[in-house]
């Protein structure tokens, strides 16, 4: 069972999820899944389509914004605006959880919805460290 991170009452972020992960996000309140891990980072993971697939049979909404090392500016706003209107928690996941937390967090930073002293405690809270997401 794959480790849901909660950051936010919005927003949790997960390293890999497996397939049948989707129904405990679906049991658990989730209402979009954003995967953030490009397809073929690792032979064993499911492909973006498949994820895609069982997420959309439980109701769920799924977008999928691949992020390979840091994330683009194009990708950030892409990754803030899914969440803004998911209208419900959002289940985001890559292969830690890293560039999840990292591309939702500098979307909230840019838009001005929370500091970076915020940001970098929420990180923390959920396990990783976003002191370098940021500038001073």
Known sequence: ????????DDLSVSP????DDLARA????????IN????GEDPSQPTSAEVEAAARALGL???????RGGPTPDQVEAN?????????PVLAFCRSGTRSIVTWSLGE?????RSRDELVELGAQA???LSGAFPR
């Open 1 to 8: 069972m794959t480790e849901f991170r909660r950051v936010t």
């Open 16 to 19: 890999q999820i497996a397939l």
């Open 26 to 33: 679906k049991s658990e309140g989730f209402k979009l899944v």
């Open 36 to 39: 953030n891990r490009p397809d």
């Open 61 to 67: 909404d799924y977008v999928h914004i691949p992020v």
């Open 80 to 88: 803030h605006l899914a969440v803004e209107q998911a209208g419900g």
């Open 109 to 113: 930073f840019q838009a001005d919805a």
């Open 127 to 129: 396990g990783y460290d």
